[in-house]
């Protein structure tokens, strides 16, 4: 065997035993001396090292000599395949900065890499094709960018993605799961198609991962049904999409989905509905800039019931975000704005219109409630939750912290409490219960 050979070998016995970086310095020496000695096999085995020691624009040089050498070699189109993805796709682009050519060019070089086997568990076709689609989707939602998105899932197909969830253990030793290739591609293409709107697409796919797929995780449930109201209701199908959400919401109460409703129930001419839901979405848990919407749609509904001065106070709300943020106000917005006759700058500041608004918004949220009244049984130490006993009632109900209007040290056991019952969803049981809100100590 000549000094080449011997060498070569040692390399590979080195690899195989898992020494990558004794093995990678081996390779390293015979490139530099004897390149035109390799094989398809040693210069496999040298790009192969180079990957596993995290050198990947090395292990992308070598991988593409490989390729262009014997571009028929499984082996040879798998690293460099591989290369593409720790190059370009592992972590997503740094800082949010968009993509280069090189990163598109990759990731169509990796479809046509992986064709022969593209859903192998040794090919990273799906890896790279999620990731592209997640880049996308952190983008501003458009025509082209969802046209984008459904060229990209294309390349995939949902009965050959692995149907099975995954699960680990995180850093605290709790079981963590992971939705299936299958299911994520589903959730992406649903979205895709919505913002494409190919709205009869969209809610034909919907119902078939939910039928489809047996256990769906990250409220993809709630999601679904979420996308096929948001559709029929593009399709000028109001009442059903409206019917869909009031079933969703009690599971998922998301201050955007009362949006929905809100805007559902304005186009219905049920304003009083429209101002409850519109409450709820601007009480619940979210970013106040990102609700300016749903206040101008409140204003907008109060001035449908003749309530012009609450109507111009949520109409400046809307206005000052947007002054606050340095958003432009043009198009239907600025009409809107101009027509309630308030600016984007001045007093008061958003933040205190939204502090003068919420009683009324809490009237209107348990306006339809039922009152009553109880003790607070106990309220976790670490949590952000409690439960109460209410009277002439055997069994407890449960309140988020964040309900109780009151002080810190009130909002423990014994303190008598007038609160009201609302629908709501349990979790760990996985069924509907109720819970109390507005909790309010009896003075």
């Known amino acids: 065997m000549s000094d080449f050979g011997q060498r070569e070998s040692e390399a590979s016995d080195l690899r195989q035993n898992g020494d990558f970086e004794e093995a990678l310095k081996i390779y390293r020496e015979l490139w530099e001396a004897n390149k035109r000695e390799f094989d398809k096999w040693s210069t496999w085995s040298y790009a192969k090292c180079a990957q596993k020691c995290g050198h990947h624009d090395e292990s992308d040089k070598i991988a593409r000599y490989c390729y262009e050498q014997w571009p028929d070699f499984d082996l040879g189109r798998q690293v460099l395949a591989w290369s593409h993805y720790y190059r370009f796709f592992q972590g997503g682009t740094d800082d949010g900065k968009s993509p280069t050519s090189d990163y598109w060019k990759a990731a169509k070089e990796v479809v046509s890499l992986c064709e022969k086997d593209p859903y192998s568990k040794y090919s990273p076709f799906t890896r790279v094709l999620f990731s592209v689609i997640k880049e996308l989707e952190d983008k501003p939602s458009s025509q082209k960018n969802a046209e984008k998105r459904l060229e990209w899932l294309g390349h995939m197909d949902p009965d050959e993605l692995d149907p099975q969830a995954d699960s680990f253990r995180d850093d605290s030793g709790k079981r963590r799961v992971v939705a299936s290739d299958r299911e994520n591609w589903y959730s992406h293409m649903s979205k895709a198609l919505l913002d494409a709107e190919r709205h009869e697409d969209c809610i034909q796919l919907c119902q078939e991962a939910l039928q489809r797929i047996s256990e769906l995780h990250y409220d993809n449930d709630v999601w679904f049904k979420v996308r096929i109201a948001k559709a029929k209701s593009a399709l000028g199908r109001t009442e059903e999409a409206m019917t869909d959400l009031k079933e969703v919401v009690p599971k998922k109460p998301?201050?955007?989905?009362?949006?929905?409703?809100?805007?559902?129930?304005?186009?219905?001419?049920?304003?009083?509905?429209?101002?409850?839901?519109?409450?709820?979405?601007?009480?619940g848990e979210g970013p106040l800039h990102f609700k300016w919407e749903v206040f101008l749609l409140m204003a907008v509904t109060l001035r449908a019931k003749g309530n012009d001065d609450l109507a111009q106070q949520h109409a400046e709300l809307a206005a000052r975000i947007r002054g606050e943020k340095g958003w432009s106000i043009k198009g239907r917005t600025k009409e809107l704005i101009d027509e309630f006759e308030v600016g984007a700058e001045g007093e008061p500041s958003s933040k205190e219109l939204y502090r003068d608004l919420k009683g009324q918004w809490n009237e209107w949220v348990t306006e339809m409630l039922p009152s009553h009244e109880g003790v607070i049984d106990w309220v976790h130490s670490e949590k952000?939750?409690?439960?109460?006993?209410?009277?002439?009632?055997?069994?407890?109900?449960?309140?988020?912290?964040?309900?109780?209007?009151?002080?810190?040290?009130?909002?423990?056991?014994?303190?008598?409490?007038?609160?009201?019952?609302?629908?709501?969803?349990d979790r760990k049981k996985d069924e509907m219960s109720t819970e109390a809100v507005e909790v309010k100590p009896v003075k």
Not at 256 to 278: D, F, P, V
């Open 254 to 283: 998301e201050w955007h989905i009362y949006k929905e409703l809100a805007t559902l129930a304005y186009q219905l001419n049920q304003h009083e509905e429209a101002l409850r839901y519109g409450a709820e979405a601007a009480l």
């Open 384 to 425: 952000p939750f409690g439960f109460i006993e209410v009277d002439g009632q055997d069994e407890s109900v449960y309140f988020k912290t964040r309900s109780f209007n009151g002080s810190e040290e009130q909002c423990t056991g014994g303190t008598r409490v007038h609160f009201y019952m609302k629908e709501s969803y």
